[in-house]
């Protein structure tokens, strides 16, 4: 599923809302998630799962196209743990 679609089925079940007001919700919640894991924080959502950041160390990696040697620095990357409904719900059979 895709934003517009996402947005479209939020919509489609709260009519009462004008699109755009649908879109600012959307907006607002997915910018506090980003917003809470930029401070290094965590951001669960019961039955769904819980977002967080992990730290990659520093390494030395390699150009595909050259083979040369490239050094990668240390970054913190987003990481997602699902929940266990969720993960009941995928694995039903």
């Given at each position: 599923m895709i934003?517009?679609?996402?947005?479209?089925?939020?919509?489609?079940?709260?009519?009462?809302?004008?699109v755009?007001?649908?879109?600012?919700?959307?907006?607002i919640f997915?910018?506090?998630?980003?917003?809470?894991?930029?401070?290094?924080g965590?951001?669960?959502?019961?039955?769904?799962?819980?977002?967080?950041?992990r730290?990659?160390?520093?390494?030395t990696?390699r150009?595909?196209?050259?083979?040369?040697?490239?050094?990668?620095?240390?970054?913190?990357?987003?990481y997602?743990?699902?929940?266990?409904?969720?993960?009941?719900?995928?694995?039903?059979d």
């Amino acid at each position: 599923m895709i934003r517009s679609e996402l947005l479209q089925a939020l919509h489609n079940d709260n009519p009462e809302l004008r699109v755009e007001e649908v879109e600012q919700v959307l907006d607002i919640f997915f910018d506090e998630i980003a917003e809470r894991l930029a401070e290094g924080g965590r951001v669960e959502l019961r039955g769904f799962g819980a977002f967080s950041t992990r730290e990659r160390e520093a390494r030395t990696g390699r150009n595909p196209r050259t083979g040369e040697a490239v050094e990668v620095p240390a970054k913190r990357v987003p990481y997602f743990k699902a929940g266990k409904e969720i993960r009941l719900r995928l694995n039903k059979d």
